[in-house]
């Protein structure tokens, strides 16, 4: 029987070495903090270097401050990792038609090339020790569409494909590759949408998360980190060997529509 266990303050991670992008905030914080928890030596990388260094500090890790949108700088990088968790991501809500070209392209960098790269970077030692994770923070929009936000659904859609070919290549290396679904999540990233989504909608901000955010959902409240955090880490344990090419959802049933 197994010794290991996922409870907070277990040891199912113990001597793992975890990389999370946007390890400083939101999700990305979370994952790291629960990652820590089970055992982990976590690298927190983040572009808010200060928080990146607080963050670490708190677990017994260490900060790595990195701008994901610069991407050719990680060409030649190498990854000595365990754990690869793709976290990192922002947002632009606007129809297509005012939707900034630059503003595509960021979005693209950080949330489709930066993921290639870094397991391009940490897959050649995760195949050396026959053991590997790859765990990309994708979203509801990896797998549905909603009208303005067609950078963002573009790159968690790519996301979605390129787990699955890490998946495949991984396997007979004993790697896995997952993408995490979840709907909203109670995050700064989705706070600062409110107003954008209630310009483009033509409603109050305090009627966003109701009429949009929570709308597909049958559970109505928002997604808690720690909720994807669980569930990363689980990806990331010995328990989840035989789950990969998979996207897990946590979006409270709008995927079930």
């Keep these: 029987m197994s010794q290991h ?17 946007g ?5 990305g914080l979370a994952c790291v903090h629960a990652l820590a928890e089970r055992g982990a ?18 677990v017994g890790g260490e900060d790595w401050v990195v ?3 610069d991407t050719t700088a990680l060409d030649d990088l190498t990854l000595d990792v365990d754990v690869l968790v793709n976290n990192a991501g922002l947002q632009r809500v606007s129809p297509i038609t005012e939707l900034a070209p630059d503003d595509f392209r960021l979005i693209q960098r950080v949330m489709v090339e930066a993921p290639f790269l870094l397991a391009r970077a940490a897959l050649p030692g995760m195949y050396e020790r026959g053991w590997g994770r790859v765990i990309n923070v994708s979203s509801v929009h990896g797998l549905r569409a909603s009208a303005y936000k067609s950078a963002y659904v573009t790159a968690k859609h790519a996301l979605e494909g390129l787990s699955k070919v890490v998946a495949l290549e991984g396997g007979e290396h004993g790697v896995t590759s997952n993408c995490v679904n979840p709907a909203y999540v109670r995050t700064p990233l989705v706070e600062k949408q409110i107003a954008d ?3 483009v909608h033509g409603i109050d901000e305090d009627e966003v998360v109701a ?28 328990e ?11 979006d409270g049933g709008w995927t079930a529509r």
């Design 5 to 21: 266990t996922d409870a907070p303050g277990g040891d199912a991670l113990r001597g793992r070495r975890a990389l999370v992008t």
């Design 23 to 27: 390890g400083a905030s939101g999700i």
């Design 41 to 58: 030596h976590v690298v927190v990388a983040d572009v808010d270097g200060d928080a990146a260094k607080r963050t670490a500090e708190s």
């Design 67 to 69: 701008d994901l949108s």
């Design 197 to 199: 989504q209630a310009r």
């Design 211 to 238: 009429k949009i955010m929570l709308t597909e959902t049958a559970v109505k409240r928002l997604v808690e980190p720690e909720e994807v955090a669980a569930l990363v880490c689980w990806l990331a344990s010995d």
């Design 240 to 250: 989840a060997g035989m789950v990969t090419g998979a996207a897990y959802t946590m």
